[in-house]
């Protein structure tokens, strides 16, 4: 329960940051990392899940709150994630964007119904070094 918490409080705050911030300020209260480890899946699987229930409260937190906020938990546990922003234009032309969190390769959060496939990977980010 206390994860789930501490999950909706960070959903809640990136949230309210992003909306008040440009992200470069934004990403300067992501937690330092300095030697990651490799997450178990079962901390993977944590953080999908609690990402995923919290952001159902957390005020309209999409997809680059939510992986912010996956991101931070996974590195506040020492485990190394990126967050891969992507594009892609829509049938009408429109470009989307989307962000998701990859750990070693695999996806933590950010693939709910979406074809990660067919976005173009613009840059990873980290958390600060």
Same mark, same amino acid.
């Given at each position: 329960m206390r994860y789930l918490t501490a999950t909706?409080?960070?959903? #809640?705050?990136?949230?309210?940051?992003?909306?008040?911030?440009?992200?470069?300020? #934004?990403?300067?209260?992501?937690?330092?990392?300095?030697?990651?480890?490799?997450?178990?899946? *079962?901390?993977?699987?944590?953080?999908? *899940?609690?990402?995923?229930?919290?952001?159902?409260?957390?005020?309209?937190?999409?997809?680059?709150?939510?992986?912010?906020?996956?991101?931070?938990?996974?590195?506040?546990?020492?485990?190394?994630?990126?967050?891969?922003?992507?594009?892609?234009?829509?049938?009408?032309?429109?470009?989307?964007?989307?962000?998701?969190?990859?750990?070693?390769?695999? #996806?933590?959060?950010?693939?709910?119904?979406?074809?990660?496939?067919?976005?173009?990977?613009?840059?990873?980010?980290?958390?600060?070094?």
């Amino acid at each position: 329960m206390r994860y789930l918490t501490a999950t909706w409080a960070l959903l #809640v705050f990136y949230r309210i940051a992003l909306a008040f911030a440009p992200y470069r300020l #934004v990403r300067r209260v992501l937690p330092v990392q300095r030697t990651p480890r490799t997450a178990p899946s *079962w901390a993977l699987a944590r953080t999908r *899940w609690a990402v995923s229930n919290a952001a159902r409260a957390a005020f309209g937190a999409t997809c680059l709150p939510q992986a912010l906020a996956a991101n931070a938990l996974l590195s506040l546990q020492g485990y190394g994630s990126v967050i891969r922003i992507g594009v892609r234009r829509s049938e009408s032309g429109a470009v989307q964007a989307h962000a998701w969190v990859l750990s070693d390769d695999r #996806v933590v959060v950010g693939d709910d119904g979406e074809c990660l496939e067919s976005f173009t990977p613009l840059t990873d980010l980290g958390p600060r070094a």
